[in-house]
């Protein structure tokens, strides 16, 4: 069973809303459910890993109820928090129960809304924890009440739940549609739903075809929006007060699937702040995993996703919102429970390393992104995949890894891996620690950008196309779109204005590395058309 410890409660909620008075058996206690107590109500006789809340409890009643607590299993009780309340804290020990303690002001209702929502907030399979379960309870109970299959299905028609009552009538169209946990297409089923979700009610609703029963079907509403639906197949032997049990049904499904809805957003904001902790190095890897659903060992990236700083969005901070929800649906598409988090006006996402071919999914999942969101947002968005790292404790390094891809990215790129761009990550991480050191700043380069500077000439960029070439001249030159001879020409005016000794390897290696680091330049072809005539000696 799929359940959170009083270590993780304790992450989400934390003080000022929950505290530890006493721990005995300590913070990994699983907790499965969150009860409150009734002094009138008689006292359950089992409910393993439950929380219970001391409603209306004194500090004289704690003892008894700590006693009836322990026999029946439970995680801990939670109290008022009064100033020193020593016999409590005793009485929790000497059970064994860990003993929570709220603030004297917080009302019950609120407290068990926090720590149920909490509690149910681990994300599953079906991505709705214990909602969705009791959504199947709930399908069975109206089928029993109704007289009829019946099925539950969310705004997008998706099948949510449904009932297994034997003996009831059903038809293909619902084993189908069960079969695929969704509702076929049609322009007849479009037609039925817009009858549905217009109607104040139930609606009874003719089949589709003559293999198909009718339904009775009514549209799950909270306030104003409409949630979803619940069909009953119609075999002619529903009950008479059929559609009020199908009403009352759906109001319960409501909160159910308002409560999923809590369930899943307060996830969401638990596994990004993990994440987020994460990529700081601040969380404990081990833990993380388990709460991430990640096995020990399992090898990740870090994917980062931004708007194009060259291209400005009319909204910024509610544009890259809209990338975070895209980056996740896009994520949790594939791998189910998932992280992603906005930092910084980045999006990062954490990606499990599955197969051989891992790499590659990653490179396609971040070019669909990057499509989707441009079309989307109508911004230009980019992707830098970091290296994929052994497991959660160097993820900081694969973030750092997709960060620098990022500001490395070329005009025309939108997507790179570390690996694809190694060499430009390199160079601007040696411009960042060169650039920290003055002595490693001092040489003849900023004498060759003072000289260009205040003569006209292009030494610099003479001499780095030279360089980036191998020393070869023609191929310097057809960087330059330049004669060779004008290039050879240029390199040795710099050599006799500057002192340059291009003869020595190191000092080309160093001159190189700092031209392109700290000057900024590179090789790159120029345009204009190669000169054809012998030595230019006009041009410097």
Not at 229 to 241: A, P
Not at 477 to 499: F, M, S, W
Request: charged residues 25%.
């Amino acid at each position: 069973m799929d359940t959170r410890t009083l270590e993780e409660l304790l992450d989400t909620l934390g003080e000022p809303v929950l505290r530890v008075l006493a721990a005995p058996a300590g913070l990994t206690t699983p907790v499965t459910e969150v009860l409150l107590y009734d002094a009138g109500a008689p006292f359950p006789r089992r409910a393993p890993g439950a929380l219970l809340l001391a409603v209306g409890a004194r500090a004289g009643d704690i003892g008894a109820l700590a006693r009836d607590a322990a026999q029946a299993r439970m995680a801990g009780l939670v109290v008022r928090d009064r100033d020193g309340q020593p016999d409590t804290v005793a009485a929790a020990q000497a059970h064994g129960l860990a003993l929570l303690a709220v603030d004297e002001d917080a009302a019950w209702h609120h407290v068990h809304l926090l720590l149920a929502s909490a509690v149910g907030s681990r994300p599953g399979p079906a991505g709705g924890g214990a909602a969705f379960g009791d959504l199947f309870a709930l399908a069975n109970a109206v089928a029993a009440a109704v007289g009829g299959a019946t099925v539950v299905e969310d705004a997008r028609q998706r099948i949510l739940a449904y009932s297994t009552v034997p003996g009831q009538a059903v038809d293909e169209a619902r084993r189908q549609s069960i079969l695929g946990r969704q509702v076929p297409s049609s322009p007849e089923n479009t037609e039925q739903y817009r009858a549905l979700f217009a109607a104040p009610g139930p609606l009874r609703l003719a089949a589709l075809d003559g293999d198909e029963l009718p339904r009775l079907a009514v549209a799950i509403r909270a306030g104003g929006e409409t949630l979803g639906s619940m069909w009953v197949v119609d075999d002619g032997r529903l009950g008479r007060d059929a559609e009020a049990a199908l009403t009352q049904g759906a109001s319960t499904a409501a909160l159910l699937l308002l409560r999923a809805r809590a369930s899943e957003e307060l996830s969401r904001h638990l596994t990004s702040d993990l994440l987020r902790r994460l990529l700081e190095g601040t969380a404990d890897p081990a833990g993380a995993g388990h709460r991430l659903g990640l096995a020990a060992g399992t090898p990740v990236r870090v994917a980062a996703f931004a708007l194009d700083s060259a291209v400005s969005a009319p909204d910024g901070e509610q544009t890259a919102l809209r990338l975070l929800d895209l980056v996740r649906l896009q994520c949790e598409a594939r791998y189910g429970r998932h992280a992603c988090v906005l930092v910084d006006g980045h999006v990062y996402a954490l990606l499990p390393v599955t197969g051989e071919r891992g790499g590659e999914r990653h490179r396609r999942l971040a070019e669909d992104i990057v499509r989707r969101a441009g079309q989307a947002l109508r911004v230009p968005v980019r992707a830098g995949l970091g290296d994929v790292v052994p497991d959660l404790a160097a993820v900081r390094d694969s973030r750092d890894d997709a960060d620098l891809v990022l500001r490395v990215l070329g005009p025309d790129e939108d997507v790179a891996a570390a690996t694809d761009v190694r060499a430009r990550v390199t160079l601007l991480r040696l411009r960042e620690l060169i650039g920290e050191q003055r002595a490693l700043t001092a040489g003849a380069w900023r004498e060759v950008l003072a000289y260009d500077a205040e003569h006209g000439t292009e030494y610099a960029r003479t001499l780095v196309c030279w360089l980036d070439s191998g020393c070869d001249m023609a191929r310097a030159a057809k960087l330059l779109a330049v004669h060779p001879n004008t290039c050879r020409y240029r390199v040795r005016q710099a050599q006799q204005h500057l002192g340059i000794d291009l003869d020595d390897p190191d000092e080309r290696l160093v001159l190189w590395l700092q031209l392109r680091t700290l000057g900024g330049l590179r090789g790159s072809p120029a345009t204009g058309a190669a000169r054809s005539a012998g030595p230019d000696r006009t041009s410097r």
